[in-house]
């Protein structure tokens, strides 16, 4: 979070974290079960690390117009709820893929699941533009 402060670089620390996580969980299937799981865990701490913090100062930025006439209290609380969404589906998600691809076909898959929706993510947060610089109707 200080590195994000002091650079302003709060987007890209978010979309390397998400990068990085889903790189991790290419991982097993591209070096070995047991040695891609291990650096698969490292990098998942690292990708964690890297875009949590920044990711709470993006939201205002990003979501600047809602945290204003809702409250930030209410947007963080929005936040709060579809990560603690995704920590459900995430593993159901898994779960309904095993059958189909196997342990590692699934964590393959969930891979891609991650690196699409961060590229997702990267386009639609640039697209969006951050409070600081943008405009509202009343100042034009």
Do not use: K
Not at 66 to 84: I, K, N, P, S
Not at 118 to 124: D, E, I, K, Q, S
């Amino acid at each position: 979070s200080a590195l994000a402060d002091r650079q302003g670089w709060t987007l890209g620390l978010v979309v390397v974290g998400g990068v990085i996580g889903g790189v991790g969980l290419l991982l097993p299937r591209l070096i070995g079960d047991w040695e891609g799981i291990a650096v698969a865990i490292l990098l998942l701490g690292v990708s964690h690390g890297l875009a949590t913090a920044p990711q709470l100062a993006l939201v205002s930025d990003i979501c600047w117009i809602e945290c204003r006439t809702m409250g930030q209290t209410r947007v963080m609380a929005f936040l709060r709820l579809g990560e603690r969404g995704g920590s459900v589906i995430g593993p159901l998600l898994a779960a309904i893929l095993i059958p189909w691809f196997g342990m590692s076909g699934a964590v393959l898959a969930l891979g891609a699941v991650v690196l699409t929706l961060t590229l997702v993510f990267a386009v639609l947060a640039m697209g969006f533009g951050s409070g600081p610089y943008l405009r509202t109707e009343e100042e034009e």
